[in-house]
């Protein structure tokens, strides 16, 4: 090792048990490691949480903000989408990039990520990491500690700064490995399953598509947050509603209320709705049978239901939609 300068990296950990694993790892050969949490402004990650899990595992975080040019990124990836509408080799430049600028205005060496060779079928094959490392600007400068022995040596591992000997050739989906050695730096009882990214969840990527199907405007970062809330349905051309699946999401649709119209009935409990489109009035009813639909109310029993447009209140009276046809509108 060369003891002439302290060695510092900048490590990017998610949560998950790879990146922090990776990190500790580095740091445990003597590396100075500077952790970071990429914000997308649009996850759902528990930042502080993280950064809580980090703390237990003697590494420091810093939440780092790389929201700029996220949403541009998931309509137009340069190297396309995974199973629903997940840029994941775009997404992993992006991170890497900011890291990179990170590195690079405080000196660090190099940069360490959590990747495992097959371990994703779209953004972690061998050709697909040479693309992140290349287009990050990153050549010889990203450290895959967890399969870097069945990668070419970086420039950290060639100048002496980390010893290649002591990193690992994990590869494939399995990660059994990963575990027995979080159990063994008695790291693993601080990590805890893994949310997923929302993108690659089908169910948001049909609502995404049917979106930008639909849609008369650009889309921007609200509309990609109000897609991860609710039950959503395509009342017609111009017309879409979305209806609070509990308490929480309820809270959530009454910030959209502005320029849309909110649903709610009166004498049930029951969901927030929110219609949005053109002509809205063709619709009003069949949105209010929805929202019965999922009220504290009896199938065949006419109750109230009050639209608020605009600060402005009124009531329609109407009955439940039937399962049948709440399924034909159902995004």
């Not at 809580?52 to 190297?79: A, M, R, W």
């Amino acid at each position: 090792m060369n003891k002439q300068k302290k060695v510092k990296a900048v490590t990017l950990v998610s949560g998950g048990l790879d990146s922090l694993l990776s990190s500790v790892i580095v740091k445990n050969l003597g590396i100075e490691v500077h952790g970071i949490l990429c914000s997308t402004g649009l996850s759902s990650e528990n930042s502080d949480k993280i950064c809580q899990i980090g703390t237990s595992c003697g590494l420091n975080l810093e939440i780092l903000d790389v929201s700029k040019g996220y949403v541009d990124l998931i309509l137009h990836p340069e190297f396309g989408y995974g199973t629903a509408i997940n840029p994941c080799i775009d997404c992993h430049i992006h991170f890497l990039r900011a890291a990179k600028n990170l590195m690079e205005k405080r000196g660090y060496d190099f940069v360490v990520t959590g990747e495992v060779l097959g371990q994703r079928p779209m953004s972690q094959h061998l050709q697909a990491l040479h693309i992140v490392e290349n287009e990050s600007g990153l050549s010889g400068r990203l450290l895959r500690p967890l399969s870097a022995k069945l990668l070419p040596p970086t420039v950290a591992e060639c100048e002496g700064l980390i010893d290649r000997n002591k990193l690992f050739d994990i590869q494939g989906r399995s990660r059994k490995r990963q575990i027995e050695m979080a159990k063994e730096l008695d790291i693993y009882k601080h990590l805890q399953p893994a949310g997923g990214c929302f993108l690659t969840d089908k169910n948001y990527g049909r609502k995404f598509r049917d979106f930008l199907e639909h849609s008369n405007h650009n889309i921007c970062k609200k509309d990609l947050l109000l897609l991860k809330i609710g039950r959503h349905f395509r009342l017609s051309e111009s017309i879409k509603l979305i209806v609070g699946r509990n308490e929480s999401e309820n809270t959530s649709l009454t910030k959209y209320k502005r320029g849309n119209t909110m649903l709610a009935a009166v004498d049930c409990p029951g969901p927030v709705g929110i219609l949005s489109g053109i002509d809205l009035t063709q619709n009003i009813e069949l949105a209010a049978s929805i929202i019965l639909r999922y009220a504290d109310t009896e199938e065949t029993e006419s109750t109230d239901v009050e639209l608020l447009i605009d600060s402005k209140s009124s009531i329609i009276t109407t009955k439940p939609i039937s399962n049948d046809k709440l399924e034909d509108l159902r995004i």
